[in-house]
Nanobody, 115 residues
């Protein structure tokens, strides 16, 4: 069983930055594709970015050029660096680990972009 704990959310002004972290325990982190999703109130959960076991990355069009995703397999942690934040980035952010046989979600962390 894999447990994921997100941290780093909070309140930030438009144009500001935040870095989210997602620490995993209970399995071999390096074997999983790691991703970040977000959910706006009343909306479905959408992909923000993911990073594969080989380090390849993919981003949603809405965050390209502003967000970066990285992973530290030695620390079992995936990061989401968010820059030039906009009010539309306000959402609950979730991390997810995926392998061929399983998927695990974190509990979510709130990000609020407001002046």
């Amino acid at each position: 069983q894999v447990q994921l704990v997100e941290s780093g959310g909070g309140l930030v002004q438009p144009g500001g930055s935040l870095r989210l972290s997602c620490a995993a325990s209970g399995s071999i982190f390096s074997m999983y594709t790691a991703g970040w999703y977000r959910q706006h109130p009343g909306k479905q959960r959408d992909l923000v970015a993911y990073i594969t076991t080989s380090g390849s990355t993919t981003f949603a069009d809405s965050v390209k050029g502003r967000f970066a995703i990285s992973r530290d397999n030695a620390k079992n942690t995936v990061y989401l660096q968010m820059n030039s934040l906009k009010p539309d980035d306000t959402a609950v952010y979730y991390c997810k680990l995926v392998s061929q046989v399983a998927a695990y979600w974190g509990q979510g962390t709130q990000v609020t972009v407001s002046s």
